[in-house]
C-alpha cells in the first residue's frame, strides 16, 4: 500500500467514478483503476460497490476512507513542515476567491507571497457562485477560499473586513454630482447585471427587493471589469464590489445609499499547511475600507472620459488582476 493508493481512492470517493478522479488527479485512467484493484487486493476487503450511478464505498470503504485522510494529511503537512525549513516554502497552494471580492487585496498579498518564497507554485481559482465556493471548500479542492460569507465554523473562517458596493455610472450621468446615490433615484434605470447564479447579482437582487425596486436588465455579464466597462460607457447602471472597480474608473463609481457590503471571509482548510497561514496574515495587513480606498484613488486619477474602445486600456483587464501568482484559470462548475 502507498499514500498515492490512498489519495487515488479519497478522489473515487469525491468524484463518484475512476474517470472524473483519474481528470482530477491527472493520471491515467487505466492506471488509477490498476491501483484501486491492487488496493483492494492487499487490504482483502471490497472498498467500492460499483452501481449504475457511479462508485460508492462500502461501509468497511468508509471507515478505511476515514484513516486514509488522516494518513493522506499528516503525510502532507510533514512534507510542507520540512520544506518550510530555511526560512522557504515549497509546494502547492491552490486559492479559490469569489467573483469581485478582494480584487485589489488578493493580489498584493499573492505577489508578497511570492515573492518572499519563489519556489512556491501557487494557483488562483475565480468562481461566482457562493454555492460552487463552498462546494469546493467541502470538497478539498482548495486550501484557501476568499469570499463574501460561508457556514463554515470559526475554525476555519476569519473575518477580514467589510467589501461596500458602489455604483457605476455613464460618463456624464445627472447622479455623478452627488457624493452617494441613493438606490431608489435608480429606479427606471437600466442596468448591466452578471450571470443569475452568481453571488454579485444575488446582491443587486436583495437590496432591489428590501427597497422595492425593479431593476431593468440590459445585459448580463460574467466579469467585474466588463460590467465597469459597459456602465461607463452609458449602456446602464452596475453595481459592484469597491476594490472590484478598474483603475481609471473610479471617478464613475459612488457608493450607495443606505450602504450595500458584505463581510468578507478568508477559509483555512484545517490541513491547508503554513503557506496558507502566511496568505492569510499577509491579507489581515491589506486595507479592507474599499470605499476609503476608492476616494484615494479616486483623487490621483485624472477624469478623463473613457475610451471609446475597450481594448486600449490593457492595464486593467480582468486577467491581470491576479497576474502575482503563476496560474489563473476559471473553476469548472460541478
Excluded at 49 to 69: K, S
Excluded at 176 to 182: E, F, Y
Excluded at 192 to 212: C, H, K, P
Excluded at 296 to 317: N, T
Amino acid at each position: 500500500m502507498s499514500l498515492r493508493q490512498f489519495e487515488y481512492a479519497l478522489a473515487v470517493a469525491t468524484e463518484g467514478s475512476v474517470t472524473a478522479a483519474a481528470e482530477t488527479l491527472r493520471v491515467a485512467q487505466p492506471s488509477m483503476s490498476q491501483q484501486i484493484r491492487n488496493l483492494e487486493r492487499d487490504l482483502g476487503v471490497t472498498l467500492f460497490d460499483r452501481t449504475p450511478g457511479g462508485l460508492v464505498p462500502t461501509a468497511v470503504g468508509r471507515a478505511f476512507l476515514q484513516e486514509a485522510e488522516i494518513a493522506v494529511n499528516a503525510a502532507r503537512r510533514a512534507r510542507e513542515t520540512a520544506r518550510a525549513g530555511a526560512d522557504d516554502l515549497v509546494g502547492e497552494l491552490a486559492v479559490a476567491a469569489q467573483l469581485g471580492f478582494g480584487t485589489r487585496q488578493l493580489p498584493g498579498a499573492l505577489g508578497v507571497l511570492r515573492r518572499r518564497f519563489p519556489r512556491l507554485e501557487v494557483t488562483v481559482f475565480e468562481e461566482s457562485s457562493s454555492a460552487e465556493l463552498e462546494q469546493l471548500c467541502r470538497r478539498r479542492v482548495t486550501d484557501f477560499a476568499l469570499m463574501a460569507a460561508c457556514r463554515r465554523g470559526p475554525a476555519d473562517a476569519h473575518r477580514l473586513g467589510e467589501e461596500e458596493f458602489v455604483a457605476v455610472l455613464g460618463a456624464g450621468h445627472r447622479l455623478l454630482a452627488a457624493d452617494r446615490v441613493d438606490l431608489r433615484a435608480l429606479e427606471g434605470e437600466p442596468w448591466v447585471r452578471f450571470d443569475r447564479d452568481s453571488a454579485l447579482d444575488g446582491v443587486l437582487q436583495e437590496v432591489s427587493e428590501a427597497n422595492g425596486l425593479t431593476p431593468a436588465t440590459v445585459a448580463r455579464v460574467s466579469q467585474t471589469a466588463t460590467a465597469v466597462r459597459w456602465a461607463a460607457h452609458g449602456l446602464g447602471v452596475t453595481l459592484v464590489p469597491a476594490s472590484a472597480v478598474p483603475r481609471g474608473y473610479e471617478h464613475l463609481a459612488r457608493p450607495m445609499s443606505p450602504v450595500v457590503s458584505q463581510p468578507v471571509i478568508a477559509v483555512v482548510h484545517p490541513d491547508a499547511g503554513p503557506a496558507a497561514t502566511a496568505l492569510l496574515e499577509l491579507l489581515r495587513q491589506e486595507t479592507w475600507d474599499s470605499s476609503a480606498s476608492l476616494r484615494r484613488s479616486d483623487a490621483d486619477e485624472p477624469h478623463d472620459e473613457p475610451h471609446d474602445e475597450p481594448h486600449d486600456e490593457p492595464h486593467d483587464e480582468p486577467h491581470d488582476e491576479t497576474a502575482a501568482t503563476n496560474v489563473v484559470r476559471p473553476l469548472r462548475a460541478g
